[in-house]
C-alpha cells in the first residue's frame, strides 16, 4: 500500500507512541515487530520534515513539533471515527471510550453510570483512569474529563453535571470535647485542592466567614481525609453525597448545623472544534442523566 493512502495509519501510530511511550509496548498492542513501529513513525517525521520524538532503550519523549501534532492527530482520528459513523450502517454503538474521573467519584457513583451504560451497550468498553490533579487534556488520549470544580482550560467544553454541598464533619466524640472551641481554632483536616490553610463557610442568610488555619492533616486524597476524621483526628469539610452513610449511622455527625463550605460543580470536559464520535456524544448524555437523577444538587 502507498504511503499516500496509509497516512491514517501512521496517526494512529504516532498517537499510540504518544500514549504508551514505549515502541516496544505499541508493537506488542498491534501484533507487529518493534522495528515496523519504528519505521511508520520515521515515515510520518520524513514526511512532516520534522523529528517528532526522541527515542531512548527505555522510552519516547515527544518533541516540542510531536506535542504540537499530537492535538491535531487525535482531533483527526476523532473526525475519522465521525465519518465512518455517517457513512456505515447504523446499528449499536461500539469502540472504546476513555475518560479520566475524580478518586472519590470515579470509585463510587460514577463508575455505578459507566457500568449501566456498557450493560446497555455491550459493544462499548471504557478505560476508566481515576485522577484527582489537573490534566492537560490533549497529552492524555481521553475523549472526556470528569472533574470537581473549575476546569482550568479555557479550550475545551466544559458542562456542568451538578453542584454537591459540603459541610464540617466530625466524630460525635471530638464534637462533645471541641464544645466551648470556636470553630476556626479546631483541628482542621483539609483537602489541598480546595481548602489548603483557608476555610471559607457560609451561614444560612448568605454571609460569608473566612479563616486560615494550621492543618492538622493536609492531603490531596479525599479518602485518607475522611479516614483521619473517622479516627476522630479533627473536623473536615466533604461533601454530603460522600458521608450520607456516616452521617445516617451517627459515624460522622454535622458540627456546624447552620455553616456550609460553598458548593462544588462537578464538571464534564471535552475537547472542542470537532465532531465526536456517537459513542462519546452519548456517554456523556447518559452521565448528564444519571447526575441529575442521583447526585441532583444543580442550581
Do not use: Y
Not at 479555557?154 to 470556636?182: D, K, S, Y
Not at 483526628?233 to 460522622?252: C, E, K, N, Q, T
Amino acid at each position: 500500500m502507498s504511503i499516500r493512502f496509509d497516512r491514517l495509519s501512521l496517526m494512529e501510530t504516532f498517537v499510540r507512541v504518544a500514549d504508551r511511550g514505549s515502541l516496544s509496548q505499541v508493537a506488542r498492542d498491534l501484533g507487529v515487530s518493534q522495528p515496523s513501529v519504528s519505521r511508520q513513525l520515521a515515515a510520518l517525521e520524513t514526511r512532516l520534515g520534522v523529528v517528532l520524538a526522541r527515542r531512548t532503550t527505555h522510552d519516547v519523549t515527544l518533541t516540542p513539533d510531536g506535542l504540537a501534532l499530537l492535538e491535531d492527530a487525535r482531533r483527526m482520528l476523532r473526525e475519522w471515527e465521525t465519518i465512518e459513523e455517517r457513512h456505515t450502517e447504523h446499528g449499536a454503538l461500539k469502540g472504546v471510550i476513555r475518560v479520566i474521573a475524580p478518586v472519590a467519584l470515579g470509585q463510587s457513583l460514577f463508575i455505578r453510570a459507566a457500568a449501566q451504560f456498557m450493560k446497555d451497550h455491550p459493544d462499548v468498553s471504557i478505560e476508566w483512569r481515576l485522577q484527582d490533579s489537573v490534566i492537560r487534556f490533549a497529552e492524555e488520549g481521553c475523549d472526556c474529563w470528569l472533574k470537581v470544580g473549575p476546569v482550568p482550560d479555557e479550550t475545551l467544553v466544559v458542562r456542568e453535571l451538578a453542584r454537591v454541598e459540603r459541610m464540617v464533619v466530625g466524630t460525635h466524640a471530638f464534637n462533645t470535647t471541641r464544645q466551648t472551641t470556636a470553630i476556626k481554632d479546631l483541628d482542621w483536616l483539609t483537602l489541598g485542592p480546595f481548602e489548603g490553610n483557608r476555610i471559607e463557610l457560609f451561614n444560612t442568610a448568605g454571609d460569608t466567614t473566612v479563616f486560615s488555619v494550621k492543618p492538622k492533616l493536609a492531603s490531596d486524597n479525599i479518602l485518607a481525609i475522611h479516614e483521619a476524621c473517622l479516627h476522630g483526628v479533627g473536623v473536615a469539610i466533604l461533601p454530603r453525597w460522600f458521608i450520607a452513610d456516616d452521617l445516617a449511622s451517627g459515624r460522622l455527625v454535622d458540627i456546624a448545623p447552620d455553616l456550609r463550605a460553598p458548593k462544588l460543580p462537578v464538571n464534564l470536559a471535552l475537547a472542542s472544534g470537532s465532531r465526536r464520535p456517537a459513542r462519546v456524544e452519548r456517554f456523556c448524555e447518559a452521565m448528564q442523566v444519571w447526575c441529575r437523577n442521583n447526585l441532583i444538587e444543580t442550581e
